[in-house]
């Protein structure tokens, strides 16, 4: 699954700051919303924090190996997200009625995971704008048009 790389910027940039199981938590802590948006972008080096730029590099091959790609996007509309779910069971060779897809949908995005904040696509650019949108474009702004997305 693959996310538009803007919205993993704040995710993680989010995350970082409030789950004492990363790494990265105990610098992140000490910075502003700014710098930790700065840093997911950049990265942090001395603390093996990877830059975005990095991190898409890394998963870029699951792009191109054959294996069935599915957007995060995808599973914000109920009616897409049986659509997607379809998919993916037809990929893995389990045959899904509409009813299982039906339940299946309900559960598949969750507050209760440590991971979820809000949920919402596109909500980047209320977080990275001007300068640090600019430092985006330049550590990763060749990826978006690699894992399917626009500037």
């Known amino acids: 699954m693959v996310r538009d790389p803007r919205d993993i910027v704040v995710s993680r940039a989010f995350y970082v700051a409030t789950s004492r199981k990363h790494p990265y938590h105990w610098?992140?802590?000490?910075?502003?919303?700014d710098e930790r948006l700065r840093k997911a972008v950049v990265g942090d080096a001395?603390?093996?924090?990877?830059?975005?730029g990095e991190t898409l590099e890394r998963f870029a091959g699951w792009l191109s190996c054959g294996a069935l790609v599915l957007r995060y996007e995808e599973f914000q509309d109920a009616h897409q997200r049986r659509r997607t779910l379809a998919r993916l069971y037809e990929y893995v060779?389990?045959?899904?009625?509409?009813l299982f897809l039906q339940k299946v949908s309900e559960r598949v995005l969750?507050?209760?995971s440590p991971t979820f904040r809000s949920g919402r696509s596109g909500d980047w650019a209320r977080y990275l704008r001007g300068e640090l949108y600019e430092a985006f474009l330049e550590v990763a702004g060749s990826w978006l048009?690699?894992?399917g997305?626009?500037?």
């Open 149 to 151: 997305y626009r500037l």
């Open 110 to 112: 969750s507050d209760a």
């Open 145 to 147: 048009e690699t894992y």
């Open 46 to 52: 001395t603390a093996c924090y990877p830059s975005i």
């Open 93 to 98: 060779g389990v045959e899904a009625d509409e």
């Open 27 to 33: 610098h992140a802590r000490q910075l502003s919303l």
